[in-house]
């Protein structure tokens, strides 16, 4: 189903695309623990990583994916690229692709670029976050780790915490979790909440306390500095105090509720020292499942479909 499509946002996937990247990458988890986290899947195709946005999991993770299914994996430099010569995103863009490669990951601060550089490659792009519209591999792996964790996503209770209007983790975990038949709720400051955002299908709320009531998932989200175009909370501490999250409010939740963020973690700020290193918290296994999870969507990108069963 995705093989040569690439992938652009959770808004486009069906369920079942979901449910088979899902499965695809709990397969994918096992060459993780071998002593040679290597197979020959993707041998001879070539991925490009073109961060125009810095990143550590998602760019790491997408190269560590690549060599683990033996791609030849390419991490182009922007600031060391033709760009500094005014050379233009599209103009790059189209020159990595006449070096042919299979696929292109592309992270860039505005909403829409990659599906703007899809139009014109023929490598099939897959979107690793732009700006604040969607970052579908992060909101896949989170399903993934909260399948694992739960054993189902359907009707599950997912609250979703902080800077919701600025978050492109947010739109993409709202599409993901809501078309697997979980009931998601957002939360935090009215400055960070989109006026629109129940046409989504999520109910809002500006109390800690009644967005944790009965959750089964906690998902607090960074808050994203570098988009904020003035003070949308009084202070820090301010902000800490009613909506980061530690173990006295986590008892809103339900007794078995585990804590998630995309990270990177503002401690003490969106999480407490204490929940950022500890159950039920699980963001080592969130960034884990991104190397699984990467692997999944690349070898149903850019793979075929018999090489995996061939290697059983
Ligand atoms: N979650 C996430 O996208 O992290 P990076 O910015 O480090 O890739």
């Known amino acids: 189903m995705l093989l040569g499509k690439g992938l652009l946002g959770i808004e486009d996937l069906e369920r079942s695309e979901i449910e088979l990247i899902l499965e695809t990458a709990q397969r994918m988890t096992e060459i993780g623990t071998r002593d040679v986290k290597k197979v020959p899947t993707l041998r001879g195709r070539t991925l490009i990583n073109l961060f125009f946005e810095p990143s550590t999991r998602t760019q790491t993770s997408f190269e560590i994916a690549g060599k683990r299914l033996a791609a030849d994996v390419v991490n182009f430099s922007a600031s060391s690229s033709s760009l500094s010569k005014k050379e233009s995103i599209l103009d790059t863009a189209k020159t990595l692709d006449a070096m042919d490669p299979d696929c292109v990951v592309i992270r860039h601060k505005v909403a829409g670029v990659p599906k703007r550089i899809a139009d014109v490659l023929n490598a099939p792009v897959i979107n690793a976050g732009d700006g604040a519209h969607e970052h579908p591999t992060q909101a896949l792996l989170d399903m993934l780790t909260v399948f694992q964790q739960k054993d189902r ?20 975990n709202i599409y993901g979790f809501s078309k697997m038949g979980a009931e998601v709720r957002v939360a935090g400051p009215p400055t960070m909440l989109p006026p629109a955002i129940e046409v989504l299908g999520v109910k809002a709320y500006t109390s800690l306390r009644e967005v944790l009531d009965g959750a089964d998932v906690v998902m607090a989200l960074r808050i994203q500095n570098e988009r904020l175009e003035g003070a949308c909370f ?28 995309p990270g990177p973690v503002n401690r003490g700020v969106e ?21 699984a999870l990467r692997m999944a969507l690349l070898y149903l990108v850019v793979g075929r479909p018999q090489t995996l069963r061939a290697q059983e």
């Open 153 to 172: 996503l359907d009707g599950l209770t997912v609250a979703i915490i902080g800077d919701i209007a600025h978050s492109r983790v947010a739109r993409s």
């Open 271 to 291: 999480l407490s020292h204490d929940l950022a290193d500890h159950r039920p918290s699980v963001i080592l296994d969130q960034v884990r499942n991104g190397v």
């Open 234 to 261: 009084p202070s820090v501490r301010e902000y800490a105090a009613t909506f980061g999250i530690d173990r006295a409010k986590l008892r809103y939740a339900k007794d078995d509720a585990i804590v998630m963020h």
